[in-house]
């Protein structure tokens, strides 16, 4: 059965996926610095921007593994971009540039709906406003018997946590403090007694834990 996965979200030591004050000049907010140079260091993201050298290893592996059997993808409307409530016209397109890294459908979880558009590399973004059992639904669809990606951000990971949606998380911890802003696992009322952390391995960069479900989710 394809399953629902989570690839390389980061937290701080203090459980921070974003601090305060996420805007457009800041997408994850203030007090951040550092926290995701484990992944720009990696051979795989520095040679996506036309970069030689870079880090290899457990960090490396973890990027490589985040692009195998991925068909689909969600996200919350908030990291799709800084633009809240209505939408005041149609001209962001997301923090990717045109040809975001996803290359496939998206599908952008929201209370306010707007036209799929398409960009460069076989990135088509779609918007939906059910919820997260309706949106996994329609990309597993899309996804056509290949996994699906739970790009983020915090509060989307928690309510499919809540659900009992997500069947594996791949999470790195960054070693800095952050203080405040938005916090993975708050408010999950009960949504990871089903889960199970199997693996903790470190690097000099960066801590990774992988989380798989006690038992195998009911098909939806």
């Keep these: ?16 996926a974003a601090g305060p004050n996420q805007r457009l ?4 907010g203030d007090g951040v610095e550092g926290m995701h140079d484990w992944m720009f260091a990696t051979r795989t993201v520095r040679a996506a921007q036309g ?8 960090d490396n592996d973890r990027i490589l593994l985040a692009e195998q059997g991925i068909g689909a993808t969600v996200m919350g409307r908030n990291m799709f971009g800084p633009v809240r409530g209505e939408w005041p016209d149609h001209s962001w397109t997301g923090w990717w540039g045109p040809n975001p890294p996803y290359h496939n459908d998206v599908f952008v979880m929201t209370h306010h709906l707007r036209p ?28 056509d018997g290949k996994d699906v990606l ?9 309510q499919f946590l809540r659900a009992g949606l997500i069947d594996e998380m791949y999470l790195v911890i960054a070693p800095i403090f952050i203080g405040g802003g938005e916090r ?7 949504g990871l007694d089903g889960y199970r952390c199997v693996e903790q391995a470190s690097t000099s960069a960066a801590t990774h834990l992988h989380i798989t479900r006690r038992e195998p ?3 939806l």
Excluded: C, W
């Design 116 to 143: 799929s558009f398409s960009l460069e590399g076989g990135n088509t973004f779609h918007f939906v406003d059910q919820g997260p059992e309706a949106a996994l639904k329609l990309a597993f669809d899309a996804a």
């Design 25 to 28: 000049d800041a997408p994850f």
């Design 184 to 190: 993975l696992f708050d408010d999950l009322d009960g």
């Design 51 to 58: 970069l030689d050298g870079g880090t290899e290893g457990l």
């Design 217 to 219: 989710r009911a098909a």
């Design 1 to 16: 059965m394809p399953k629902l996965r989570v690839h390389n979200f980061t937290i701080s030591l203090d459980g921070y």
């Design 150 to 158: 739970l790009a983020g951000g915090a509060a989307t990971i928690r």
